[in-house]
């Protein structure tokens, strides 16, 4: 297993028996140690993100490249899955939105629309090929906020007036 990160010393006792180190990289978003040089024993104190699972953090892997004036130093990140991989595991109701946008290719909210569809959680749909990414005009403004709070107010529970 390959660990690409930091470790950084955050204090130290005064003897220098105790260290408060953070540990962090790729796929661990940061443990926070207590390490005991005398005894080489490592106690984790706290952990950042500890929702956050090594299996749902891509892994990163360090590149380098070379440019006319030297080598660029670098990390890129391997997707592991995308959404529409992702579309069963999708509890809340989905608004999705795409315009005629190169960026971001209308076949993506395509597909994840179909995968939502054959997950059994349909998203509701909008779609103007006349946008790029964004929404341009008063209009396609108007409509693209109205379908949002259409969905908010569908989708979340109303407040209870206790007065």
């Given at each position: 297993?390959?660990?690409?990160?930091?470790?950084?010393?955050l204090g130290?006792t005064?003897?220098h028996?105790?260290t408060v180190?953070r540990?962090?990289g790729d796929?661990?978003?940061?443990d926070?140690?207590?390490?005991n040089?005398?005894?080489r024993?490592v106690?984790?104190?706290a952990?950042t993100r500890?929702e956050?699972t090594?299996?749902?953090l891509a892994?990163?892997s360090p590149v380098?490249?070379q440019v006319?004036?030297?080598?660029?130093?670098?990390?890129v990140?391997?997707?592991?899955?995308?959404?529409?991989?992702l579309?069963?595991?999708i509890?809340?109701?989905?608004?999705?939105?795409q315009?005629?946008?190169?960026?971001?290719?209308?076949?993506?909210a395509r597909?994840?629309?179909?995968?939502l569809?054959?997950?059994g959680?349909?998203a509701?749909?909008?779609?103007d090929?006349r946008?790029?990414?964004?929404?341009?005009g008063?209009e396609?403004?108007?409509?693209?906020?109205?379908?949002?709070?259409?969905c908010?107010?569908?989708?979340?529970?109303?407040?209870?007036?206790?007065?």
């Open positions: 297993m390959q660990f690409l990160g930091t470790t950084r010393v130290t005064r003897d028996r105790l180190a540990i962090s796929r661990r978003p940061g926070y140690t207590l390490v040089l005398e005894t024993k106690e984790l104190l952990q500890p956050l090594r299996e749902m892994p990163v380098e490249v006319r004036d030297g080598t660029i130093y670098g990390h990140t391997s997707p592991e899955r995308s959404p529409v991989n579309a069963q595991r509890k809340a109701q989905v608004l999705l939105m315009g005629g946008d190169r960026r971001a290719p209308a076949e993506h597909r994840m629309r179909a995968a569809e054959e997950a959680n349909p509701e749909w909008l779609y090929v946008q790029g990414h964004g929404a341009a008063n396609p403004r108007r409509e693209m906020c109205q379908r949002v709070l259409d908010l107010a569908k989708n979340t529970a109303k407040r209870v007036d206790t007065t």
